[in-house]
């Protein structure tokens, strides 16, 4: 079963519960949905989840996304805000949402036993303060980047 077959399985029921009771554009049916209209350019959950995760993955603007899909730029905007947050509440389900602070990554590693952490970070450059003393606390003498702005 590939990756993104297994997040369907859990993506679908979330994702038709929401489509019940809601339109394409987020808004609050009258009476609920059974089946999907014949002319929806993303009939089912397989082509939303591909839909979001397209856009995610490659960070085309709306316009593009829209052109792709044969929507327009606010169907892809409205879209975007439904499915995202459907997306979360489906990672959730599956126990797969980032910690959002240490004591949750605490609690995640202690849990799983987990003794090694990898992570990937990016390193970008701060401002260089004007006051020496200040510096010193920011600057640790390894990366020669910060005496470049100093000409």
């Known amino acids: 079963m590939s990756e993104f077959e297994h997040l369907l399985l859990y993506f679908e029921p979330i994702c038709e519960s929401y489509y019940k009771w809601h339109t ?6 009258k009476l609920p949905r059974f089946k999907a209209n014949a002319k ?25 996304q829209a052109a792709s ?28 949402m ?10 995640y590693l ?5 003794s090694q952490l990898y992570q990937d ?6 401002a260089r303060k004007v006051d020496y003393e200040a510096q010193k606390e920011d600057f640790s003498g390894k990366k020669k980047l910060t005496q470049l702005r100093t000409q």
């Open 121 to 126: 970070v990016t390193e970008r450059p701060i």
């Open 69 to 96: 899909f044969g929507l327009s730029q606010g169907q892809v905007s409205n879209l975007f805000k439904a499915l995202n947050g459907l997306l979360s509440a489906t990672l959730k389900s599956m126990g797969l």
């Open 110 to 114: 202690e849990k799983h036993k987990i």
């Open 98 to 107: 980032p910690a959002q602070n240490n004591e949750e990554l605490q609690q």
């Open 40 to 64: 929806e350019r993303l009939p089912t959950s397989g082509h939303k989840l591909f839909f979001l995760l397209v856009y995610l993955k490659n960070n085309p603007t709306q316009n593009f």
């Open 24 to 29: 394409i554009d987020g808004k609050n049916r």
